[in-house]
């Protein structure tokens, strides 16, 4: 017994509404992050020959340290294109576009926000009007001739849901448009772990004709929030796929 015998099915075809694909929960798509690396600043200042010219910058790349996000010199700045305040500074870091999935959306409707009474707050609070997603990345399961993180014994356990912050997902469907750098045929596993906000922007790419079905979606509800708060539906499940995986192997047991 493993979690593909509580959810059955766990994909669906994308319904489409003509050319455009709806990002919603369960939908998979490529998306750039920035990878958790060592990260830097871009340290940048007019020229100081030239202070009275706002668009001739200087900059270097250093290591972050305890100097930066406080007050910079006023000399150096307002830079044209580059709206940096006092407190702020240009974060850089290696990015690559990555499979992820889509784990929910937040928006306020105009309408709700346009029932604030003082102006000024209103004002403020239009951009919440923008919808925001909570993603988190994909990682392909891994096999003995191909080795990776998620080799085959560590994709067993969290098939059992030994580990809250690791959601399985089986092999993709077959026939079906996939994604083109992520093995289809071993599964995946989405990292919670590493979840980020993002807006919709035209860097993002949907390359599949398939989602996570509804019973798929509501694991993965019960199991993102039970790295917060534990959940009676989710703790059964768990607790009999961890007993099943425990008798299999009773030497990883505490």
Known sequence: MSIKKFVGEYFTNIIQNGNDIELKTGIIC???????DKKSILEVKRNPYKTNIHDEVLFDIVNINNSHYKNKNVIDLPIKDIQLDAHQELLISRSKKRPCLILDKFKISKEKINTIQDEPQKKLAHHFSKALYIAAPLYSCSTIIEPGSFGPEMTYRIEHLLYNHFF????????????????????????????????????????TTFMLSEKAVDLLSLQTSSMFLEHDNYMKIKDKLNTKFYDEFPHLKK
Do not use: A
Not at 30 to 36: G, V
Not at 195 to 203: A, E, I, V
């Open 168 to 207: 399985y997902l089986p092999p993709f469907p077959k026939n079906t448009k996939s994604l083109s750098q992520l093995s289809s045929s071993n599964g995946g596993i989405v990292r919670l772990d590493e979840s980020f906000s993002f807006m919709k922007n035209n860097s993002i790419e949907i390359e």
């Open 30 to 36: 490529w998306i750039p992050i920035m990878e958790n």
